[in-house]
């Protein structure tokens, strides 16, 4: 059964730092690409980060506040988050995509909240 369970979201206030973790079990993890994504009330999702071996992407807004890591070993990937800021709220996604083919899975999730 293939499982995407995210964790470390929470309250914490500008300027404030997390660690989001994505456990994966039920597919071959060090073949897919990992990739956070997040989603703001009212607002589509939007991309935040990828990796895939040694190659790092991010979207602008995070470019140089977050880092994205993974572990193959324990089949986590991570997300380092600093320097939050109010607008870095939303519920953020774990992703899993195998390069070239539509198998793609999805967690259920993390709530971050950035807030005074």
């Known amino acids: 059964q293939v499982q995407l369970v995210e964790s470390g979201g929470g309250l914490v206030p500008p300027g404030g730092s997390l660690r989001l973790s994505c456990a994966a079990s039920?597919?071959?993890?060090?073949?897919?690409?990992e990739r956070w994504w997040r989603q703001a009330p009212g607002k589509e999702r939007e991309f935040v980060a990828a990796?895939?071996?040694?190659?790092?992407t991010y979207a602008d807004s995070v470019k140089g506040r977050f880092t994205i890591s993974r572990d193959n070993a324990l089949q986590e990937v991570y997300l380092q988050m600093t320097s939050l800021k109010p607008e870095d709220t939303a519920m953020y996604y774990c992703?899993?995509?195998?390069?070239?083919?539509?198998?793609?899975?999805w967690g259920q999730g993390t709530l971050v909240t950035v807030s005074s």
């Open positions: 992703n899993a995509h195998l390069p070239g083919t539509e198998e793609e899975y």
């Open positions: 990796i895939l071996h040694e190659y790092k």
């Open positions: 039920g597919f071959t993890f060090s073949t897919h690409i």
